[in-house]
């Protein structure tokens, strides 16, 4: 079954650049997506079809893949950016989504 | 602007059924995609069910195959999901989202507790 894997934490200071990483053998084949979620609030896309940013998104999110990995990087990490992020990807028929199980992000 | 406003959450004995609705509006509702998406208390999210634009065609998680049936209505551009046969397991906050670019758009969620 197709399954994503996620670190379960990361932590930076603020103003220096987090990276969280995405592993998935679908995903030379499927784009990657990026969710930022915040204590108590509905999760929102921050990074759709691997690198595309949606409007509204600070352009210091961005996001790439290569191969099996696709990586959420947040250059000049700010507090507000304390969440737990999730990717996400189909599977290779395209038919059944499957969610990363999570990073939380420290910002501190 | 863009809403979804899932309704029908509850407390629900274990083999029990429980249909959750999900209110659409500010966008043409019969032209996306739709996503069930659900939360366990204090863990990640889970990809529950998605159903195409057009209602054409309907897939499952694993953990739900066969006990919850996604449907939408275009006339009251509402999506549903029935469940049926709930399990402990299955007490979580469900969201619906919309299939745009990614899960674009989510609702706020609706508390679904299986418990005796």
């Known amino acids: 079954s197709h399954e994503l894997t996620q670190p379960p934490s990361v932590s930076v200071s603020p103003g220096q650049t987090a990276r969280i990483t995405c592993s998935g053998d679908a995903l030379p084949k499927k784009y990657a997506y990026w969710y930022q979620q915040k204590s108590g609030q509905s999760p929102v896309l921050v990074i759709y079809?691997?690198?595309k940013r949606p409007s509204g998104i600070p352009e210091r999110f961005s996001g790439s893949s290569s191969g099996t990995m696709a990586t959420l990087t947040i250059s000049g990490a700010q507090v507000e950016d304390e969440a737990d992020y999730y990717c996400?990807?189909?599977?290779?028929?395209?038919?059944?989504?499957?969610f990363g199980g999570g990073t939380k992000l420290t910002v501190l | 602007q863009v809403q979804l406003v899932e309704s029908g959450g509850g407390v629900v004995q274990p083999g029990r059924s429980l249909r959750l609705s999900c209110a659409a509006s500010?966008?043409?509702?019969?032209?996306?995609?739709m996503h069930w998406v659900r939360q366990a208390p204090g863990k990640g999210l889970e990809w529950v069910a998605v159903i195409w634009y057009d209602g054409s065609n309907k897939f499952y998680a694993d953990s739900v195959k066969g006990r919850f049936t996604i449907s939408r209505d275009t006339s009251k551009n509402t999506l549903y999901l029935q469940m049926n046969s709930l399990r402990a397991e299955d007490t979580a906050v469900y969201y619906c989202a919309r299939d745009g670019d990614g899960h674009d758009y989510w609702g706020q969620g609706t508390l679904v507790t299986v418990s005796s």
């Open positions: 079809e691997d690198s």
């Open positions: 500010g966008f043409t509702f019969s032209n996306y995609g």
């Open positions: 996400y990807s189909a599977d290779s028929s395209g038919t059944h989504g499957v």
